[in-house]
């Protein structure tokens, strides 16, 4: 077991990489009550097109990575979610556009609990009846969303940037498409997607690590697993432009809601690019639209937003965007006045104690994060699997210049890469 010491925060991250692939993570916290772990694998709504190195090429419906993680709670004794509360844990899981997670939090029985989330995870059973009931479940759940204006707003948005690329389509799929998904298919991506070795286990809390390691290594030993080659994902060639100027969905709402956003065609390629893209990113969209910004506070006067006004930045290999906006109660003038003040701070450029300010309120945030063990676990993974060090995110806070902040304000606010998606009732329109 190798230790890494990060000795400016004052933390240790003990990790072993097992024999059959998995790695491993544990991150002890002295005097810390509660016990977080998280089993995740590199596999999201994204990868519908793939192929193991040695195999044939696969192509899957959309949405099978949500689907497969519902089933995965299937047991043939029961519910797992009831095993876990009976040893004291409260157990999830989710997916996202490029990862699944299983996980608990728990204060008590800790070795049952990681024995439990690792069998459950590692054991698919499943019938084709079962198969068959779930798209009824997660047909309503899907019809459930589409009811839901925030979340149509939201996939409207990614919808109206993207023309091929799979990270525009709802994480559960379609009606249509979960309809395709079989038993055999749900099965090729289990066992393509969750073996070892493209999977890791994360753990945090007070936890003793030499202990918790042979726990893990001794449930892990007793499991077989063929070695498995690399997995090669396929994405169509995604055009520069936007797919959609605006898109506008009709539903019931008080207010309209308005999201817009820019898409990023020039992407970065290796870690230490995307770490540092990211968090000049998250500098820049704090400085223009942070509550204490001079762009909101002005917004807010006017009356053309509502303290549900709000922003954030995805960053990957393979895309990257922007989302900015809330409820207005006019998304033409909102727009008209959010362009005004971007054009007028890239003419002015961004002044240096605006720029201080939100680079020291981000790495305040950073630090207060690893205080709590959710917010480790999740950000901890969520890194990994872009090869990325979640605690190389302070020196990246710490090193950034202004420079960067303004050159990054010109490259990501061009106006033919920005989509808008607006939800509104019938009246508004």
């Known amino acids: ?25 544990i991150l002890p916290k002295p005097g810390f009550k509660k016990t977080f772990a998280t089993f995740s694998t590199n596999y999201g709504s994204v990868d519908n097109h793939f192929q193991v190195e040695g195999k044939e090429k696969v192509k899957v419906p959309d949405g099978i990575a949500h ?10 004794s029961g519910d797992v979610f009831s095993q876990f ?4 844990a409260s157990a999830n899981a989710f997916t996202s556009f490029d990862r699944t ?13 990681i024995e439990t989330l690792l069998n459950f995870v590692q054991n698919p059973y499943f019938t084709a009846e079962s198969v068959e009931k779930e798209k009824g479940i997660i047909g309503q759940e899907i019809n459930m969303y589409r009811d839901n204006p925030d979340w149509r707003c939201y996939f409207g948005l ?37 073996h070892p070795s493209n999977m890791n286990l994360f753990i945090v809390g007070g936890v003793e690590p030499e202990h918790i390691m042979q726990v893990i290594t001794q449930n892990q030993n007793s499991k077989k697993y063929e070695k498995q080659g690399d997995i090669e994902r396929y994405f169509d060639n995604e055009p520069a432009s936007v797919k959609e100027a605006k898109k506008i969905t009709i539903l019931p709402v008080s207010l309209p809601k308005c999201l817009f956003g820019f898409k990023e065609s020039e992407l970065e390629t290796e870690p230490t690019g995307l770490l540092q893209r990211e968090c000049e990113m998250k500098i820049l969209m704090d400085i223009l639209f942070g509550s204490s ?34 409820e207005t109660r006019d998304p033409k003038t909102l727009l008209k006045r959010v362009r005004e003040e971007i054009e007028h701070v890239m003419n002015q450029g961004i002044n240096v104690v605006d720029f201080e300010r939100s680079r020291k309120k981000k790495i305040g945030s950073f630090l207060r994060m690893l205080n709590s063990p959710e917010s480790i676990a999740s950000e901890f993974t969520r890194y990994q699997f872009k090869n990325i060090d979640m605690f190389d995110i302070l020196k990246t806070y710490e090193n950034i210049k202004l420079e960067k902040i ?16 607006i939800v509104q009732s019938e009246e508004s329109k």
């Open 101 to 113: 997670v299983y996980l608990f939090s728990a204060t008590e029985q800790i070795d049952n609990n």
């Open 406 to 421: 303004n050159n990054r304000l010109q490259a990501h606010f061009d106006w033919d890469k920005m989509s808008v998606s």
């Open 293 to 326: 910004s001079g762009i909101y506070q002005k917004l807010y006067d006017e009356k053309l937003i509502t303290d549900q006004f709000s922003h954030e930045y995805n960053g990957q290999y393979d895309y990257a965007f922007s989302i900015i906006g809330g």
């Open 158 to 194: 990614i919808d109206a940037m993207y023309h091929t690329h799979p990270v525009h389509i709802d994480i559960a799929g379609t009606i249509e498409s979960i309809s395709r998904i079989t038993k055999e298919q749900l099965l090729e991506c289990y066992y393509t997607f969750y």
């Open 1 to 25: 077991m190798k230790t890494l010491p990060y000795e400016k925060l004052n933390e240790t991250i003990f990790f072993n990489q097992l024999d059959n692939g998995l790695k491993v993570f």
């Open 67 to 76: 689907f497969l993680e519902h089933k995965m709670f299937e047991e043939p």
């Open 85 to 88: 509360s009976s040893q004291g």
